[in-house]
């Protein structure tokens, strides 16, 4: 059984910043490419960032800058370190994993960003 449990969210001021991680169990996470997208109210979920198996990384205009991917393959962990941080970045944040046509998600961790 494929698990992705998101922790780190939380509150933030603007300008502050939040570490997500996510850890995956039920499948082979080196071989995986595994991202972090976001959806907030009364908008669509985006891919804001993206990191692959040999860990080339990519992430939306948004984020440029701010966000950061990085993965441990040993601990099975993927993390977003999110500096910078807006009111606009609040949204529920979920983990993602893909390989081909095979995709997962987790249940997703809260991110508010207010002063």
């Known amino acids: 059984q494929v698990q992705l449990v998101e922790s780190g969210g939380g509150l933030a001021q603007p300008g502050g910043s939040l570490r997500l991680s996510c850890a995956a169990s039920?499948?082979?996470?080196?071989?995986?490419?595994m991202g972090w997208s976001r959806q907030a109210p009364g908008k669509q979920r985006e891919l804001v960032a993206i990191?692959?198996?040999?860990?080339?990384?990519n992430y939306a205009d948004s984020v440029k800058g701010r966000f950061t991917i990085s993965r441990d393959n040993a601990k099975n962990t993927v993390y977003l370190q999110m500096n910078s941080l807006k009111p606009d970045d609040t949204a529920v944040y979920y983990c993602?994993?893909?390989?081909?046509?095979?995709?997962?998600w987790g249940q997703g961790t809260q991110v508010t960003v207010s002063s």
């Open positions: 990191i692959t198996s040999d860990g080339s990384t």
């Open positions: 039920g499948i082979i996470f080196s071989t995986y490419a």
């Open positions: 993602n994993a893909f390989l081909g046509s095979q995709g997962y």
